[in-house]
């Protein structure tokens, strides 16, 4: 089973700076791409931010610029950097990897638990 943790959530004040962690353990063989995603209330989950195994990334149109997706492979472990925070970026933050197990095991999708990011105007 693969486990992830979450953290670097929080308030914080519209312009300022959060730095999000995602760190998975667990029987991992390896890990493919990885990302983050956030839910606002009354919304659908949506794409922040995703990063592959050469760390080609790609960006939800409104945080280019502002969000930088990176990973760590040593540590298995996924950032997500948030500067010039805006309101409209309230949500809860959820954390994707893909992992496989074995070397024959397939590819699967684990999410984390989701980290509340809040911004105020």
């Known amino acids: 089973q693969v486990q992830l943790v979450e953290s670097g959530g929080g308030l914080v004040q519209a312009g300022g700076s959060l730095r999000l962690s995602c760190a998975a353990s667990?029987?991992?063989?390896?890990?493919?791409?990885m990302g983050w995603y956030r839910q606002a209330p009354g919304k659908q989950r949506e794409l922040v931010a995703t990063?592959?195994?050469?760390?080609?990334?790609n960006y939800k149109d409104s945080v280019n610029d502002r969000f930088t997706i990176s990973r760590d492979n040593a540590k298995k472990t996924v950032y997500l950097q948030m500067n010039n925070l805006k309101p409209e970026d309230t949500a809860v933050y959820y954390c994707?990897?893909?992992?496989?197990?074995?070397?024959?095991?397939?590819?699967?999708?684990?999410w984390g638990q989701g980290t509340q990011v809040t911004v105020s105007s």
């Open positions: 994707e990897v893909e992992a496989k197990m074995g070397l024959t095991s397939p590819l699967i999708t684990y």
């Open positions: 667990g029987s991992i063989f390896s890990i493919g791409a």
């Open positions: 990063i592959t195994v050469r760390s080609n990334t």
